[in-house]
């Protein structure tokens, strides 16, 4: 077969366009840091890394909802430690009141005074919040757990059409495939109880009033209380170790997406400087293919 002056031309053109190719690609790679930068590239590993990237964005989201499980139990722990502080002063006053010979009409009104303020601010921690959302409402998390009263924590109130057990009910978030953790306090009738008892004492500071029992009413609710907040810290700790796992699988499928995807630097750099040596070689090559024209002959 003769070859002719066009098709050693044509060759070499398309050799060079083949090596600057190879050589964009190559600093294309340089540029975005990925192996791939298109699906035709490499088909397979772009769906492993949109496999990898789902993986990365749904540990994101776990760790999100843990954020908010972590909101709200030390939400709910700091208003049970108010609870708490409360009916240990409620607890002092009422040994007072009990003092029958040492306490005078005007002092037990002074406590009756405090005993309300402090029947106040248990109100104000029963509707305690988180955002939007009231922590001690069950499901009910767009009502009040204290409205005026108590009537959702009672089944027998035909003026509450809503279910009563719905602010007992446990309220889960998700953190993790088939995980869930339960994040709210089933503290209602807890704070129904202490209401109730802080309408008795103010109602009846007279000597014949059982001091004694609200004084031991007073302190199974504190237990009432502890025990809530050792539940609380359970699941504080467990939510810390989910943290961790999360933390573990969010480096796992980092890991395992960069593996994936991302270029070594060091071996695409010694390709690119390969590469531009075979393109001077060639370039070089090519002059030397390529005849002198007619002119050069006639100089």
């Known amino acids: 077969m003769r070859v002719t002056q ?89 040994t007072n009141a009990a003092n029958t010979g040492a306490m005078t009409e005007d002092d037990r009104n002074k406590i009756k005074v405090e005993l309300e303020q402090m029947q106040q601010q248990l109100r104000d921690l029963a509707n305690t919040k988180v955002g939007d959302k009231y922590i001690f409402s069950g499901t009910m998390t767009d009502k009040p757990l204290y409205d005026g009263s108590y009537p959702a924590l009672s089944s027998d109130d035909p003026a509450n059409p809503s279910d009563p057990t719905a602010y007992e009910k446990v309220v889960e978030i998700e953190v993790f495939d088939g995980v869930s953790l339960r994040v709210n306090t089933a503290a209602g009738q807890m704070f129904k109880e202490i209401d109730k008892l802080f309408n008795d004492i103010q109602s009846n500071t007279d000597d014949s009033y059982d001091f004694g029992g609200a004084i031991s009413e007073i302190d199974k609710l504190m237990e009432s209380v502890l025990t809530n907040r050792a539940d609380i810290g359970a699941r504080s700790n467990r939510a810390e170790l989910m943290g961790n796992r999360l933390e573990m699988q969010e480096g796992a499928a980092k890991k395992q997406r960069s593996e994936n995807e991302d270029i070594d630097y060091e071996k695409v750099i010694t390709e690119m400087i390969t590469q531009e040596s075979i393109h001077r070689a060639a370039l070089s090559v090519g002059a030397r293919i390529i005849q002198p024209s007619l002119v050069d002959f006639l100089r």
Request: aromatic share 4%; no cysteine; proline share 2%.
């Open 6 to 94: 066009s098709m050693l031309s044509n060759n070499m053109l398309r050799n060079l366009s083949s090596s600057y190719n190879k050589m964009g690609k190559l600093q294309e790679q340089l540029s975005s840091g990925k192996k791939v930068n298109r699906p035709s590239d490499d088909p397979v590993v772009v769906m492993r890394s949109l496999g990898y990237g789902m993986q990365v964005d749904k540990v994101a989201q776990f760790q999100k909802n843990l954020g908010e499980v972590h909101n709200w139990l030390d939400s709910s722990d700091d208003a049970l430690n108010g609870v708490g502080e409360v009916l240990h002063r409620a607890r002092s006053l009422v």
